[in-house]
């Protein structure tokens, strides 16, 4: 067990205290309160815990028992064993944040190449260390944004092809401050581009929020589209799946602030929703007011070279109230996850990823467009998702796939009323051709019935 | 001994895993919206773990020694938790998959909320929060939207204990309110006095912790809760010091309204170098249509043959989502565990060995160390790193000094309210022979503080790094092992 003491060790414990017992250890909580019984499940050696949670685990159908076409925020991506067998080392998983470095190198060099590997994917100058997921950070842009103009501009303009629970919890963080408008996502309107937002860009604007791919999976050159945003000097947010930077202009380069996201696809397993890899990159201008751990390197007095948390002044443990964040804990084991998978992949793997999760995800839109009473939208450019029009409930038609053993896309009519009978789906590395002819095959004889 | 960063070691061409070659046909690409350039790293899969097994041996963690970092529960991480979250059942599921398909899912999050409702007394959780900091946010805008829902508008400040962590400030300023400090009188509990001055229509909440940063029971937290309510106030728990509270006292009986919970601390799931952790929010009744949603409640009663349906609940004035989906699911899985294993018993005795080992550890520096708020202390006790007759030396020397004997140094200068703080938390977890060693390690070093100080001011000599210069750190401030313009190049 995980409470060492024999019943003498603790004796001589209490005598050197000089208490004579435990329960008076606790005579300073209240007496009508003290030593609750709790009304719990009798407690279980390891191997009836094991057998217990593994019948629960089989309760569930997961993406290896079905052919999953689900994405939609979350994907279903191939994790390399390497990558995990790095989490297992209690070296890194069984330590904590790293306040004293000399005794934290580990974990600060592999944030600081966390931090390198995403300031290069994103095009931007520098990366924190993480926030919570791609929700959050898209949030915490907003802070940065309200903070940069010092409050002064109230305005945050969003697109409706942004993820809806990123708008949600944006909208959570925003309402601690008075006055703030958050406008643009009118959900009646899913397909608008970004262009499309430009008019409610004004002088008070201070932040406009694109999605690169957007939630529909489309993909836009924002080379344009970001000059006309800084023109009324606002600044700009791209929310992006990092894996479609392997293949795509990055946010940097067509000329955005902050680029921020969902890490998930990095090699972090989708564990029904978490822990994932909030990320979140900022050009120069924006660092000193990134929220979050940063780790910068630095010299002993040696010359060795080492790292360090650094600009901690930013912080709440430095700053308190006047913190850019509360953050503390952050996601660094999911971080690491991204950095070795990055690491291990590489130049040409993640390329390879992207673009087998192109090619897969055209392929399916294209046969499903065949299919008489399905239709997709094959010129707007997309990455490795698709909205697919049905001729049914997308409810109706996921229940017929899921009896044939396909978990299907999105119902996008849960975020959308406009979007009754739209599907959203995502197609990766993990589906084969013979998974897309089994998922059309299912459509055709849906749309024969 | 320096390891070369994953751009030193890389070599072009070198590819670390190979994918399968498309099985369909290609489709054609968007030419001008296709990257140039793709400035990371190649590496051979080799190279990847002998880097990382490297970086690995540069780190103090639980599984190598004793870390008694206040505040932040260091106790062993079960193996065993870890095989559990990875089970494929659970490791593979989609967060958005039809309730029908993840009923396992459903019923392992159902019944930790549950656990978590009894242990803390509470009676609605959400598990959505990422972590602490996260909580509290959840916590504090939840009383914020329990005050506008009543059309109180005039509550604009909250209380926080000048012995606060950090965050608790950061969050009530990031929820819109004015941060109002109380002091701590001479045993380490809110200032009463101090508090009821401070107590009027203006007053949103209070944010206590307890036992709180010092390690200390709020000896009149009945009162202190009370204060705040006969104001109008709710009380908000930062759960952070839970471990030493199971089966000894339940939040809810002592008055708070809501309290958040660190599963990476009081149930044992890992801190992983940072995170992630998970934080969730526990209510009374009152507050329950506030938290975020969704939450997991049971949609068809089961029967003999049939277990329950589970399924998810939208709170109705909800503040709304605070992270997407539903929550570190995977956190969950390890305290499911942990309480599991435990049970009722075993969860009291995590508490009373924890407490135990504290004051022992405080029984046996007490003396030698300056001790500001002597008392019984929960599960944590805070000293002064500092001496009058050796004042070349800081709590950050003894810190340092620490690593030199193999030990991770203590929380430092937290809280704020001790001079030159070192905030001990052994965990219950610990021998009493590493606790021995660990005192007389410090006695040792509080003599070559006062017989060689330079030994500490020098502190480590055996680390793979000396003291770093975090000013030159935040004066170059290289963020980034290859700059994008070098790149480019
Ligand atoms: C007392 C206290 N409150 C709050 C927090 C914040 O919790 P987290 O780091 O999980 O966000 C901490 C964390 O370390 C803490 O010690």
């Given at each position: 067990m995980y409470t060492p003491h024999t019943d003498s060790e603790r004796e001589e414990m209490l005598k050197v205290i000089g208490v004579?017992?435990?329960?008076?250890?606790?005579?300073?909580?209240?007496a009508e309160y003290r030593f609750p019984r709790l009304n719990l499940p009798e407690p279980l050696s390891e191997m009836e815990v094991a057998a217990q949670l593994q019948e629960l685990a089989s309760i569930n159908e997961t993406t290896r028992d079905l052919i999953c076409f689900l994405g939609a925020g979350a994907y279903n991506h191939y994790v390399p064993a390497a990558v995990d067998a790095i989490l297992r080392r209690g070296e890194f998983?069984?330590?904590?944040?790293?306040?004293?470095?000399e005794v934290s190198q580990g974990t600060l060099q592999a944030i600081f190449e966390y931090q390198s590997l995403i300031a290069n994917l994103t095009g931007m100058d520098a990366s924190n260390?993480?926030?919570?997921?791609g929700a959050t950070a898209t949030a915490e842009a907003a802070v940065l944004a309200y903070h940069h103009f010092r409050g002064k501009r109230t305005r945050f303009v969003v697109s409706p092809s942004v993820n809806p629970q990123y708008r949600a919890v944006l909208r959570t963080y925003l309402?601690?401050?008075?006055?703030l408008e958050v406008i643009g996502d009118d959900v009646e309107k899913p397909?608008?581009?970004?262009?499309?937002l430009l008019p409610l860009?004004?002088?008070?604007?201070a932040l406009v929020i694109v999605q690169y791919?957007?939630?529909?999976g489309r993909i836009q050159d924002l080379t344009d589209f970001a000059q006309k945003v800084h023109e009324s000097g606002a600044l700009l947010t791209v929310v992006v799946n990092p894996l479609a930077l392997a293949l795509f202009k990055s946010p940097g380069e067509m000329g955005a602030d902050i680029a921020c996201g969902?890490?998930?696809?990095?090699?972090?397993?989708?564990?029904?929703?978490?822990?994932y890899l909030g990320i979140f990159a900022t050009k120069k201008d924006y660092v000193r007011k990134m929220a979050g751990r940063l780790v910068g390197e630095t010299t002993d007095k040696e010359g060795r070279r080492g790292y360090v948390l650094t600009?901690?002044?930013?912080e709440q443990h430095i700053?308190?109230?006047?913190?850019?964040?509360?953050?503390?804990?952050?996601?660094g084991l999911m971080a690491l996850a991204a950095t070795v998978y990055m690491s291990l992949l590489g130049k040409t793997g993640l390329r390879q990823v992207a673009e087998l999760c192109y090619h897969k995800a055209h392929y399916t839109a294209q046969q499903i467009n065949q299919i008489p009473g399905f239709e997709v939208d094959l010129k707007t450019p997309f990455f490795h998702e698709f909205v697919v029009k049905c001729p049914d409930s997308v409810e109706e038609i996921n229940e017929y796939l899921l009896d044939n053993g396909i978990l299907g896309g999105y119902d996008l009519s849960n975020d959308?009323?406009?979007?009754?009978n739209h599907m959203l789906l995502a197609v990766t590395e993990m589906n084969t051709r013979e998974d897309i002819e089994i998922l059309c095959e299912a459509l055709k004889e849906y749309s024969h019935d | 001994m320096t390891e070369p960063t994953i751009y030193e070691l890389s070599s072009p061409g070198r590819v670390g895993v190979r994918y399968p070659q498309p099985d369909v046909p290609l489709a054609e690409l968007p030419q001008d919206l296709v990257r140039q350039d793709l400035p990371l790293p190649e590496l051979s899969e080799l190279n990847v773990i002998r880097h990382f097994m490297h970086l690995s041996h540069l780190n103090y963690s639980i599984d190598s020694g004793f870390y008694?970092?206040?505040?932040?529960?260091?106790k062993y991480n079960p193996k065993i938790n870890e095989e559990m979250a990875r089970l494929p059942g659970f490791a593979?599921?989609?967060?958005?998959?039809?309730i029908e398909t993840v009923q396992g899912n459903l019923a392992l999050m159902y019944e930790l909320q549950e656990y978590l409702k009894e242990i803390t007394g509470f009676d609605a959780v959400t598990l959505?929060?990422?972590a602490g900091a996260q909580g509290e946010f959840t916590g504090v805008m939840i009383i914020r939207a329990y005050h506008k829902s009543r059309g109180d508008s005039k509550r604009t400040k909250i209380l926080v204990p000048d012995?606060?962590?950090?965050t608790n400030p950061a969050t009530s300023a990031m929820s819109g309110y004015e941060v109002v400090h109380i002091p701590s009188d001479s045993r380490g509990n809110v200032d009463i006095e101090a508090l009821r001055a401070a107590?009027?229509?203006?007053?949103?909440?209070l944010m206590l912790t307890n036992p709180n940063t010092l390690g200390?029971?709020?000896?009149?937290v009945v009162e202190v809760n009370r204060i705040v309510h006969e104001a109008g106030g709710l009380v908000y728990g930062?759960?952070?010091?839970?471990n030493a509270l199971l089966g000894i006292a339940r939040p809810a009986d002592l008055g708070f309204d809501i309290m958040h919970i660190n599963l990476h601390k009081t149930f044992s799931t890992p801190h992983g170098g940072g995170g992630p952790g998970s934080g969730p929010v526990a209510v009374k009744a009152a507050f329950?249509?506030?938290?975020?949603?969704p939450i997991v409640e049971v949609l068809e009663e089961g029967d003999e043959e049939l277990p329950p349906v589970f399924g998810f609940y939208q709170p109705?004035?909800?503040?709304?989502?605070?992270?997407?989906?539903?929550?570190h699911f995977g956190m969950m899985v390890r305290a499911y565990t942990y309480i599991s294993i435990h049970g009722a018993e075993g969860l009291r005795k995590v508490s009373e060995y924890a407490v135990l080992n504290a004051n022992y550890l405080l029984a046996r520096m007490r003396g030698t160390y300056?001790?500001?708020?002597?008392?019984?202390?929960?599960?944590e006790f805070v000293v002064e790193g500092v001496w009058d007759d050796a004042p070349e030396v800081h709590a950050l020397d003894i810190a340092k000094r620490l690593m030199d004997y193999n030990f991770h140094p203590p929380t430092n200068?937290?809280?704020?309210?001790?001079?030159?703080a070192l905030m001990i938390e052994p965990t219950e977890t610990e021998t009493k022979q590493t606790l021995d060693r660990f005192a007389d390690v410090m006695l040792k070093i509080a003599e070559e503080a006062h017989q060689q100080p330079e030994l500490l001011r020098e502190a480590?000599?055996?680390?793979?790094?000396?003291?770093?210069?975090e000013v030159k750190a935040a004066k170059e401030?290289?963020?980034?092992?290859?700059l994008p313009e070098e790149a480019k190049n």
């Amino acid at each position: 067990m995980y409470t060492p003491h024999t019943d003498s060790e603790r004796e001589e414990m209490l005598k050197v205290i000089g208490v004579p017992s435990i329960e008076s250890l606790f005579a300073d909580v209240p007496a009508e309160y003290r030593f609750p019984r709790l009304n719990l499940p009798e407690p279980l050696s390891e191997m009836e815990v094991a057998a217990q949670l593994q019948e629960l685990a089989s309760i569930n159908e997961t993406t290896r028992d079905l052919i999953c076409f689900l994405g939609a925020g979350a994907y279903n991506h191939y994790v390399p064993a390497a990558v995990d067998a790095i989490l297992r080392r209690g070296e890194f998983y069984t330590a904590y944040t790293p306040y004293q470095p000399e005794v934290s190198q580990g974990t600060l060099q592999a944030i600081f190449e966390y931090q390198s590997l995403i300031a290069n994917l994103t095009g931007m100058d520098a990366s924190n260390a993480s926030h919570y997921d791609g929700a959050t950070a898209t949030a915490e842009a907003a802070v940065l944004a309200y903070h940069h103009f010092r409050g002064k501009r109230t305005r945050f303009v969003v697109s409706p092809s942004v993820n809806p629970q990123y708008r949600a919890v944006l909208r959570t963080y925003l309402n601690g401050y008075e006055n703030l408008e958050v406008i643009g996502d009118d959900v009646e309107k899913p397909f608008e581009t970004a262009e499309d937002l430009l008019p409610l860009v004004d002088a008070n604007t201070a932040l406009v929020i694109v999605q690169y791919p957007d939630f529909f999976g489309r993909i836009q050159d924002l080379t344009d589209f970001a000059q006309k945003v800084h023109e009324s000097g606002a600044l700009l947010t791209v929310v992006v799946n990092p894996l479609a930077l392997a293949l795509f202009k990055s946010p940097g380069e067509m000329g955005a602030d902050i680029a921020c996201g969902e890490g998930q696809p990095l090699g972090i397993p989708l564990s029904y929703g978490g822990p994932y890899l909030g990320i979140f990159a900022t050009k120069k201008d924006y660092v000193r007011k990134m929220a979050g751990r940063l780790v910068g390197e630095t010299t002993d007095k040696e010359g060795r070279r080492g790292y360090v948390l650094t600009l901690t002044a930013r912080e709440q443990h430095i700053r308190r109230e006047k913190a850019t964040s509360n953050i503390c804990t952050n996601q660094g084991l999911m971080a690491l996850a991204a950095t070795v998978y990055m690491s291990l992949l590489g130049k040409t793997g993640l390329r390879q990823v992207a673009e087998l999760c192109y090619h897969k995800a055209h392929y399916t839109a294209q046969q499903i467009n065949q299919i008489p009473g399905f239709e997709v939208d094959l010129k707007t450019p997309f990455f490795h998702e698709f909205v697919v029009k049905c001729p049914d409930s997308v409810e109706e038609i996921n229940e017929y796939l899921l009896d044939n053993g396909i978990l299907g896309g999105y119902d996008l009519s849960n975020d959308y009323p406009a979007l009754k009978n739209h599907m959203l789906l995502a197609v990766t590395e993990m589906n084969t051709r013979e998974d897309i002819e089994i998922l059309c095959e299912a459509l055709k004889e849906y749309s024969h019935d | 001994m320096t390891e070369p960063t994953i751009y030193e070691l890389s070599s072009p061409g070198r590819v670390g895993v190979r994918y399968p070659q498309p099985d369909v046909p290609l489709a054609e690409l968007p030419q001008d919206l296709v990257r140039q350039d793709l400035p990371l790293p190649e590496l051979s899969e080799l190279n990847v773990i002998r880097h990382f097994m490297h970086l690995s041996h540069l780190n103090y963690s639980i599984d190598s020694g004793f870390y008694p970092l206040g505040s932040c529960t260091m106790k062993y991480n079960p193996k065993i938790n870890e095989e559990m979250a990875r089970l494929p059942g659970f490791a593979y599921t989609h967060p958005l998959q039809p309730i029908e398909t993840v009923q396992g899912n459903l019923a392992l999050m159902y019944e930790l909320q549950e656990y978590l409702k009894e242990i803390t007394g509470f009676d609605a959780v959400t598990l959505q929060p990422a972590a602490g900091a996260q909580g509290e946010f959840t916590g504090v805008m939840i009383i914020r939207a329990y005050h506008k829902s009543r059309g109180d508008s005039k509550r604009t400040k909250i209380l926080v204990p000048d012995s606060a962590h950090g965050t608790n400030p950061a969050t009530s300023a990031m929820s819109g309110y004015e941060v109002v400090h109380i002091p701590s009188d001479s045993r380490g509990n809110v200032d009463i006095e101090a508090l009821r001055a401070a107590c009027d229509e203006t007053v949103a909440g209070l944010m206590l912790t307890n036992p709180n940063t010092l390690g200390l029971f709020e000896e009149q937290v009945v009162e202190v809760n009370r204060i705040v309510h006969e104001a109008g106030g709710l009380v908000y728990g930062d759960g952070a010091n839970l471990n030493a509270l199971l089966g000894i006292a339940r939040p809810a009986d002592l008055g708070f309204d809501i309290m958040h919970i660190n599963l990476h601390k009081t149930f044992s799931t890992p801190h992983g170098g940072g995170g992630p952790g998970s934080g969730p929010v526990a209510v009374k009744a009152a507050f329950k249509e506030f938290l975020p949603g969704p939450i997991v409640e049971v949609l068809e009663e089961g029967d003999e043959e049939l277990p329950p349906v589970f399924g998810f609940y939208q709170p109705t004035q909800s503040i709304g989502r605070v992270k997407a989906f539903h929550g570190h699911f995977g956190m969950m899985v390890r305290a499911y565990t942990y309480i599991s294993i435990h049970g009722a018993e075993g969860l009291r005795k995590v508490s009373e060995y924890a407490v135990l080992n504290a004051n022992y550890l405080l029984a046996r520096m007490r003396g030698t160390y300056k001790v500001p708020y002597d008392r019984i202390c929960k599960h944590e006790f805070v000293v002064e790193g500092v001496w009058d007759d050796a004042p070349e030396v800081h709590a950050l020397d003894i810190a340092k000094r620490l690593m030199d004997y193999n030990f991770h140094p203590p929380t430092n200068y937290f809280p704020l309210i001790v001079r030159e703080a070192l905030m001990i938390e052994p965990t219950e977890t610990e021998t009493k022979q590493t606790l021995d060693r660990f005192a007389d390690v410090m006695l040792k070093i509080a003599e070559e503080a006062h017989q060689q100080p330079e030994l500490l001011r020098e502190a480590p000599h055996s680390t793979p790094v000396g003291r770093l210069d975090e000013v030159k750190a935040a004066k170059e401030l290289v963020l980034c092992c290859w700059l994008p313009e070098e790149a480019k190049n």
